[in-house]
């Protein structure tokens, strides 16, 4: 295996004359993942989500904010060099924008906080009676702008964990792991979902084209006039992105009997209707009792109806992200994060809601912000991955 | 194993076939080579392999098409997967996955082979192609040349006893297509994998072929045989048969080995011919060109550039230490370029050697990290482009990105506009360079050719002292070539400067004064393009190859020395 050749062999390397030794490929059984030292893709979005789930349990900012950096240190880390790695820099760009609307809302619009420690005063537009309730301008207190900043902070802190989801494992390295009956539909999604990467490139070099000739490259009615001719474009490569996957055999299926085909649409679909109603169940009062059973035996049918489905689909698994150990203790320091947060939410509130009125600095609880550096487990147990 | 029978295409709304009475039969393990002029239909008989014509294109397909004994009325494409690999012109469309080895193993995971046979011919086929150093990387980071391997690769690892290529080595440099072609022929070779193939650039790819298909005329019936045999009579060919029926030699060379042997007497004849001229020669207006006839012949080093006439203008193009830095890489370093009114000039070098790079920073899409650029003493990218297009036109790689009307004469109205130029200026100049281009035509239905045509009527309505071309000859056939190169050399009389970026050798020797060479985004070579294509063995033209040590660039220097 040539693995430790590395991206340093020569860009453009020439065929090997056919009398050069070659070397010998392992057979695929038990072949160990030297090479991909990578963790499932599982474990980073389970991670990431996990981290998430624990900013939605505080506002206070400087725990808000350790999560931020613990998440930033291990992407700085473990990212990849690939394109889609950089999309953690638009995710951090999309949190910042994300608290300044807050912030602006919150000074235009008003505040339910009440606060005495007035900052400004914006000129108040008076609105007609029907619009009671919305304030427009008017006083901007301390105590509001420091709520909004609290309020802010926790969701730019979730979209920057998914960010870091994103950068540290794509969502196509996810998708390998989708069960067969699914694979395809996956397929569709992912390929839909590069569709805009490619319709931003197209604007861009038709804008450029725009100024070669002599019309100004900038403003709203040169980005009308490429639309047409960008969506043709978008729309061409992707007929042609669909040829070339059905001349790669994409949506090739096995003959399955009939018998087979009929009952795995009963099981999917009897399974989902299981699942709606138990959910129902266990929603209202009075469906208690049926409820609970009711989920779980919808659950399992629909499970059993993808299994089975899986059969049609001919579709074999090249190199699959084995879960081993390191998996788990990705996943593992995520979850303890957000498990030991949620108590520290239940147990000791004050701490992860500092308070706005009145209004007091913030301070570090200890365990809780000790919990918080788990997060930082992956940086030591992944090794990185090669740049 | 590929066998047409009385086969003929019509696309639905079509008035009359794209093809009709094809019937040929490709044996296994033969490399086949489907030529012919624009227009004539080879896509379509590709396509009709691997069944995407007419399961995904629609249209009516009349006759049979047999692969490997499948019918392709019977089989679809995906059906087909497993015998039958296509790729496209363009291998960014043909990817589904992000990394190298993930595309490689696609289309096995598609058939469902066992996880074991596909490791290792993922392996096997990693070597084969010399990918193993980029197993790794994301497909969006390989060069023109790479992702050229890869999309032969991925459809490579299924084992399909047939290949089908359309255009495989026409947006690569020199050395990549000879990369590329030396893999096709070890499958040939090695695998006796059965390959069709479709290629304009035939000086590349002639030598390989074991037989051509020659689609002559569109709707005419295809003629088959040995490359020798169907060269003698087709309407396309590369430079070595030009010469060769030029000298009258026979049977026809197809390899510039084969031409050497021959030569002789041809080049005994030449050293007595009267000397030989320069390139452009015979131009009307030769009397205004840059070049002093003498400059660039026997002694002449340096390009001596005539004094402007009178008040001393500014230089249409002027760089000077230019570099330029894109995404943290070094895309130009430290450039220097002058270009005198009337001249002509090649940027050659590797796909990613920085030729674009360079026209982009000279239209001023591109600011200069470091350095100097005017054009006709603008800077480029501080000029607003409706002063901008007075100095500079740009045609870019796709034409069609500067085209956005609904037809051609509404195209033509609107760069009249766009140049203050009176009405009808576009439509005379497109005329000129290429008549009969119906003005109800939507842009899109345009052949390569004639969108080419339109774009460079468009850029030149602005009538730009600095004319700016990237890649133009990519996906055009012998005879669209030869009237780009009229035009282009009608332009330079006129005292247009030209600039463009090009892999064609051919095109660089028939129109370019002087040839700059780029690698990595330095400049390696400039000077008058006999001397530079002479002695560079990946450069110079096949007549070249065949006729040195004399220096003799074209067919048609050879055939005005002769008389």
Same mark, same amino acid.
């Given at each position: 295996?040539?693995?430790?050749?590395?991206?340093?062999?020569?860009?453009?390397?020439?065929?090997?004359?056919?009398?050069?030794?070659?070397?010998?490929?392992?057979?695929?059984?038990?072949?160990?993942?030297?090479?991909?030292?990578?963790?499932?893709?599982?474990?980073?979005?389970?991670?990431?989500?996990?981290?998430?789930?624990?900013?939605?349990?505080?506002?206070?900012?400087?725990?808000?904010?350790?999560?931020?950096?613990?998440?930033?240190?291990?992407?700085?880390?473990?990212?990849?060099?690939?394109?889609?790695?950089?999309?953690?820099?638009?995710?951090?760009?999309?949190?910042?924008?994300?608290?300044?609307?807050?912030?602006?809302?919150?000074?235009?619009?008003?505040?339910?906080?009440?606060?005495?420690?007035?900052?400004?005063?914006?000129?108040?537009?008076?609105?007609?009676?029907?619009?009671?309730?919305?304030?427009?301008?008017?006083?901007?207190?301390?105590?509001?702008?420091?709520?909004?900043?609290?309020?802010?902070?926790?969701?730019?802190?979730?979209?920057?964990?998914?960010?870091?989801?994103?950068?540290?494992?794509?969502?196509?390295?996810?998708?390998?792991?989708?069960?067969?009956?699914?694979?395809?539909?996956?397929?569709?999604?992912?390929?839909?979902?590069?569709?805009?990467?490619?319709?931003?490139?197209?604007?861009?070099?038709?804008?450029?084209?725009?100024?070669?000739?002599?019309?100004?490259?900038?403003?709203?009615?040169?980005?009308?006039?490429?639309?047409?001719?960008?969506?043709?474009?978008?729309?061409?490569?992707?007929?042609?992105?669909?040829?070339?996957?059905?001349?790669?055999?994409?949506?090739?299926?096995?003959?399955?009997?009939?018998?087979?085909?009929?009952?795995?649409?009963?099981?999917?679909?009897?399974?989902?209707?299981?699942?709606?109603?138990?959910?129902?169940?266990?929603?209202?009062?009075?469906?208690?009792?049926?409820?609970?059973?009711?989920?779980?035996?919808?659950?399992?049918?629909?499970?059993?109806?993808?299994?089975?489905?899986?059969?049609?689909?001919?579709?074999?698994?090249?190199?699959?992200?084995?879960?081993?150990?390191?998996?788990?203790?990705?996943?593992?320091?995520?979850?303890?994060?957000?498990?030991?947060?949620?108590?520290?939410?239940?147990?000791?509130?004050?701490?992860?809601?500092?308070?706005?009125?009145?209004?007091?600095?913030?301070?570090?609880?200890?365990?809780?912000?000790?919990?918080?550096?788990?997060?930082?487990?992956?940086?030591?147990?992944?090794?990185?991955?090669?740049? | 194993?590929?066998?047409?029978?009385?086969?003929?295409?019509?696309?639905?709304?079509?008035?009359?076939?794209?093809?009709?009475?094809?019937?040929?039969?490709?044996?296994?393990?033969?490399?086949?080579?489907?030529?012919?002029?624009?227009?004539?239909?080879?896509?379509?008989?590709?396509?009709?392999?691997?069944?995407?014509?007419?399961?995904?294109?629609?249209?009516?397909?009349?006759?049979?098409?047999?692969?490997?004994?499948?019918?392709?009325?019977?089989?679809?494409?995906?059906?087909?997967?497993?015998?039958?690999?296509?790729?496209?012109?363009?291998?960014?469309?043909?990817?589904?996955?992000?990394?190298?080895?993930?595309?490689?193993?696609?289309?096995?995971?598609?058939?469902?082979?066992?996880?074991?046979?596909?490791?290792?011919?993922?392996?096997?086929?990693?070597?084969?192609?010399?990918?193993?150093?980029?197993?790794?990387?994301?497909?969006?980071?390989?060069?023109?040349?790479?992702?050229?391997?890869?999309?032969?690769?991925?459809?490579?690892?299924?084992?399909?006893?047939?290949?089908?290529?359309?255009?495989?080595?026409?947006?690569?440099?020199?050395?990549?297509?000879?990369?590329?072609?030396?893999?096709?022929?070890?499958?040939?070779?090695?695998?006796?994998?059965?390959?069709?193939?479709?290629?304009?650039?035939?000086?590349?790819?002639?030598?390989?072929?074991?037989?051509?298909?020659?689609?002559?005329?569109?709707?005419?019936?295809?003629?088959?045989?040995?490359?020798?045999?169907?060269?003698?009579?087709?309407?396309?060919?590369?430079?070595?048969?030009?010469?060769?029926?030029?000298?009258?030699?026979?049977?026809?060379?197809?390899?510039?080995?084969?031409?050497?042997?021959?030569?002789?007497?041809?080049?005994?004849?030449?050293?007595?011919?009267?000397?030989?001229?320069?390139?452009?020669?015979?131009?009307?207006?030769?009397?205004?060109?840059?070049?002093?006839?003498?400059?660039?012949?026997?002694?002449?080093?340096?390009?001596?550039?005539?004094?402007?006439?009178?008040?001393?203008?500014?230089?249409?193009?002027?760089?000077?230490?230019?570099?330029?830095?894109?995404?943290?890489?070094?895309?130009?370093?430290?450039?220097?370029?002058?270009?005198?009114?009337?001249?002509?000039?090649?940027?050659?070098?590797?796909?990613? !050697?920085?030729?674009? /790079?360079?026209?982009?920073? *000279?239209?001023? $899409?591109? @600011? =200069? #990290?470091? %350095?100097?650029?005017?054009?006709?003493?603008?800077?480029?990218?501080?000029?607003?482009?409706?002063?901008?297009?007075?100095?500079?036109?740009?045609?870019?790689?796709?034409?069609?990105?500067?085209?956005?009307?609904?037809?051609?004469?509404?195209?033509?109205?609107?760069?009249?506009?766009?140049?203050?130029?009176?009405?009808?200026?576009?439509?005379?100049?497109?005329?000129?360079?290429?008549?009969?281009?119906?003005?109800?035509?939507?842009?899109?239905?345009?052949?390569?050719?004639?969108?080419?045509?339109?774009?460079? !009527?468009?850029?030149? /309505?602005?009538?730009?002292? *600095?004319?700016? $071309?990237? @890649? =133009? #000859?990519? %996906?055009?056939?012998?005879?669209?070539?030869?009237?780009?190169?009229?035009?282009?050399?009608?332009?330079?009389?006129?005292?247009?400067?030209?600039?463009?970026?090009?892999?064609?050798?051919?095109?660089?020797?028939?129109?370019?004064?002087?040839?700059?060479?780029?690698?990595?985004?330095?400049?390696?070579?400039?000077?008058?393009?006999?001397?530079?294509?002479?002695?560079?063995?990946?450069?110079?033209?096949?007549?070249?190859?065949?006729?040195?040590?004399?220096?003799?660039?074209?067919?048609?220097?050879?055939?005005? !020395?002769?008389?």
């Amino acid at each position: 295996m040539t693995s430790s050749d590395g991206p340093s062999v020569a860009a453009r390397a020439v065929p090997r004359a056919p009398g050069e030794p070659r070397s010998t490929a392992p057979a695929g059984e038990g072949v160990p993942t030297r090479r991909r030292a990578t963790v499932h893709p599982g474990a980073w979005w389970l991670w990431a989500i996990s981290l998430g789930t624990a900013a939605t349990r505080t506002t206070n900012p400087l725990l808000l904010a350790l999560l931020v950096a613990a998440s930033a240190y291990v992407v700085a880390t473990h990212r990849s060099a690939a394109p889609w790695a950089r999309s953690y820099t638009a995710f951090a760009r999309l949190a910042l924008a994300v608290l300044l609307v807050r912030l602006v809302f919150a000074t235009v619009l008003g505040s339910p906080i009440p606060g005495t420690h007035t900052l400004l005063t914006l000129p108040e537009i008076p609105l007609p009676h029907w619009a009671q309730g919305i304030r427009l301008g008017g006083e901007v207190t301390a105590e509001a702008l420091v709520f909004a900043a609290y309020d802010g902070l926790k969701l730019a802190t979730l979209l920057i964990c998914v960010g870091a989801a994103n950068a540290l494992a794509s969502p196509s390295r996810l998708l390998k792991s989708l069960p067969g009956a699914l694979y395809e539909t996956g397929v569709a999604v992912v390929v839909a979902l590069t569709f805009a990467p490619h319709l931003i490139a197209d604007v861009q070099r038709l804008r450029a084209a725009r100024r070669l000739r002599g019309r100004p490259d900038r403003g709203i009615r040169g980005l009308l006039q490429v639309g047409l001719p960008v969506l043709e474009g978008a729309l061409e490569r992707s007929v042609a992105l669909a040829a070339a996957m059905e001349s790669r055999g994409y949506g090739r299926t096995a003959e399955v009997p009939a018998r087979v085909r009929r009952t795995t649409a009963a099981l999917t679909l009897g399974g989902l209707l299981g699942i709606c109603a138990g959910t129902y169940g266990l929603l209202t009062a009075e469906g208690g009792g049926y409820g609970a059973p009711l989920l779980l035996a919808g659950t399992a049918a629909a499970l059993a109806g993808l299994r089975l489905g899986g059969r049609r689909s001919l579709r074999t698994r090249y190199r699959p992200d084995p879960w081993d150990t390191r998996a788990w203790l990705v996943t593992g320091s995520g979850v303890a994060v957000a498990a030991l947060l949620t108590l520290a939410s239940a147990r000791a509130p004050e701490a992860l809601h500092p308070g706005v009125v009145p209004l007091t600095a913030p301070t570090l609880p200890l365990w809780p912000a000790a919990s918080v550096l788990l997060a930082l487990l992956p940086a030591l147990v992944v090794p990185r991955e090669r740049s | 194993m590929i066998r047409f029978e009385k086969v003929s295409v019509t696309y639905d709304g079509a008035a009359r076939p794209s093809v009709r009475d094809v019937d040929f039969e490709v044996p296994e393990g033969e490399l086949a080579l489907l030529v012919g002029p624009s227009g004539v239909g080879k896509s379509t008989v590709l396509g009709a392999v691997s069944g995407l014509v007419p399961h995904f294109t629609g249209g009516t397909l009349g006759g049979r098409v047999t692969v490997a004994g499948r019918d392709t009325r019977t089989h679809k494409p995906r059906e087909l997967a497993d015998v039958v690999g296509t790729v496209g012109q363009d291998p960014l469309a043909h990817f589904v996955t992000d990394t190298v080895e993930d595309e490689l193993a696609y289309g096995m995971e598609s058939l469902g082979l066992a996880p074991d046979v596909m490791r290792r011919r993922v392996e096997e086929t990693l070597d084969l192609l010399g990918l193993a150093g980029l197993r790794d990387r994301p497909i969006a980071t390989l060069s023109g040349g790479q992702r050229q391997r890869v999309a032969i690769g991925s459809v490579l690892t299924p084992h399909p006893r047939v290949l089908v290529l359309d255009e495989p080595t026409s947006a690569l440099d020199p050395a990549a297509a000879e990369e590329v072609l030396a893999v096709l022929q070890r499958l040939v070779h090695d695998l006796g994998t059965t390959v069709l193939m479709a290629e304009h650039r035939l000086e590349r790819v002639i030598q390989y072929a074991d037989r051509v298909v020659l689609l002559p005329a569109p709707g005419a019936p295809p003629v088959m045989g040995t490359p020798t045999e169907v060269m003698a009579v087709s309407p396309v060919y590369p430079p070595v048969v030009a010469l060769g029926r030029l000298a009258e030699w026979s049977p026809l060379p197809l390899t510039v080995r084969d031409a050497r042997r021959k030569a002789a007497p041809l080049r005994d004849r030449l050293a007595d011919a009267p000397a030989r001229p320069e390139p452009g020669a015979g131009v009307p207006g030769e009397d205004r060109r840059a070049t002093p006839p003498a400059a660039g012949r026997g002694s002449g080093r340096l390009f001596r550039r005539r004094p402007a006439p009178g008040p001393r203008q500014p230089h249409p193009a002027d760089a000077h230490a230019l570099t330029v830095r894109r995404d943290r890489v070094t895309a130009l370093h430290r450039v220097n370029l002058t270009v005198a009114p009337g001249e002509t000039i090649a940027l050659m070098g590797r796909n990613g !050697a920085g030729k674009s /790079t360079l026209l982009s920073t *000279l239209v001023g $899409l591109l @600011e =200069p #990290t470091t %350095g100097t650029v005017t054009v006709g003493g603008a800077t480029p990218h501080r000029t607003p482009p409706r002063e901008l297009i007075r100095h500079v036109g740009l045609v870019p790689q796709e034409p069609g990105d500067l085209l956005y009307a609904d037809t051609v004469a509404t195209e033509c109205a609107a760069a009249d506009q766009d140049a203050d130029a009176p009405p009808g200026t576009c439509r005379a100049l497109l005329s000129r360079l290429l008549p009969g281009i119906a003005d109800d035509t939507h842009p899109r239905d345009l052949s390569e050719g004639q969108c080419l045509a339109l774009a460079l !009527a468009v850029v030149l /309505t602005a009538r730009p002292p *600095l004319l700016l $071309l990237d @890649e =133009p #000859t990519r %996906g055009l056939d012998y005879a669209a070539k030869a009237r780009l190169v009229t035009a282009l050399r009608g332009l330079a009389a006129e005292g247009h400067a030209i600039v463009l970026a090009t892999h064609d050798v051919e095109l660089a020797a028939e129109i370019a004064h002087r040839v700059v060479l780029l690698a990595e985004g330095e400049v390696i070579a400039d000077g008058p393009t006999a001397e530079i294509v002479v002695s560079s063995p990946s450069f110079a033209p096949q007549v070249t190859k065949i006729l040195a040590p004399q220096r003799w660039l074209t067919v048609a220097e050879v055939q005005e !020395a002769l008389g």
